[in-house]
């Protein structure tokens, strides 16, 4: 083991319930998993992070005091993974933390296009003595890009075949795709929701985070009118690349959907948030221009049975990302940890089939503890 090619990536995402560490050592060629962990969001941080997401609560009081205490979780998060791992802060290049987002108004939007994630890489580098890799998304945002998705670089490293094409979805809070060609070219954007209605569903309805194995839906009817009119949304009907977040997929646009359904049982109106996860999906699959051999899933939804098995009726070949070496739990912190080796090497992190941006480019700025 090396310790010039061991890096950390740190990953808070959509579904805002824990910051996912792993220590990963990367070649140019390959990877192996040294160690993980996961840290829990306190109940507090996380209100005032979905409050920061919510343009009618946002203040700059509450923005730098998140900014500061994600940090401080950040730092903690890698302190708890250096210890499990048995490494020192010397052991590793530099860790890639994606932050967290709080806005992500892509060009796609129709807005300024920006993005916004926060957790002070400043802390995090000084707590840690580690070099820190941090806002990869604006690059390619002032490249004409939509700074999203930004995985499918990692994926094309860690998952292309030369005979096979295969799709990577990852299924966090919002869904997003990777088509890894046979050929080696890749193409990847956003899905739409993936995750994100059915845990505010169940959040309203059960009290908890989210729909464990997805039994709740499970226990639901379709409503196929509601479910025809949320595919109707503008967001679906847009060509790649496109990205989107709880800008777009949140409580209001839920509860504006749901106007003309207020007799519908709650667990109706769950299993048809689990058909447009899963049919947005697979519609998005059948519709790329080369047909798919296999489907790996990553991401929260991995682990949701009746979204895998609508998924599996739906798609051939589907599986977990299990099968190709990674738990579905960890692809996404890997792939900052290789962007962020990326930075470290000069090396490009983008890619402009996805992004759209107009060149590739080395992303992230570095935070050095020194």
Known sequence: MTTDNIFIGLMSGTSVDAVDAVAVEITNHEYKIISTHSEQIPADLRAQILGLCDPQ??????????????????????????????????????????????????????????????????????DTNIAVVADF?????????????????????????????????????????????????????????????????????????????????????????????????SFFALPAPKSTGRELFNINWLNAQLADFSEAAPQDIQATLLSLTAETISESILALPQSIDEVFICGG??????LMDSLTAKLTQVATTDALGISPSWVECCAFAWLAKQRMASMAGNLTSVTGATRHAVLGAVYLPD
């Open 57 to 126: 609560k946002e203040s700059i009081q509450l923005l730098a005091e998140t900014d500061h205490h994600l940090g401080k979780l950040y730092a903690k998060a890698t302190h708890q993974l250096l210890e499990k791992a048995k490494l020192k802060a010397a052991d590793i290049r530099a860790v890639g933390c994606h932050g967290q987002t709080i806005r992500h108004s892509p060009p796609s939007a129709g807005q300024i296009p920006f993005s916004l994630q926060i957790g002070d890489a400043n802390i995090v580098a000084t």
């Open 137 to 233: 998304r604006r690059k390619d945002i002032a490249l004409g890009g939509q700074g999203a998705p930004l995985a499918p670089g990692f994926h094309q490293f860690a998952f292309a075949n030369p005979e096979i094409n295969r799709a990577i979805v990852n299924i966090g809070g919002i869904s997003n795709i990777s088509l890894l060609e046979a050929s080696g070219s890749c193409l990847g954007f956003d899905t739409g929701p993936g995750n994100v209605l059915m845990d505010l569903w169940s959040q309203t309805h059960l009290g908890t985070h989210y729909d464990h194995n997805g039994s709740w839906a499970a226990q639901g009817t379709l409503i196929p009118l509601l479910l025809e009119q949320m595919k109707a949304d």
């Open 301 to 306: 939804g991995a682990f949701n049975g009746c």
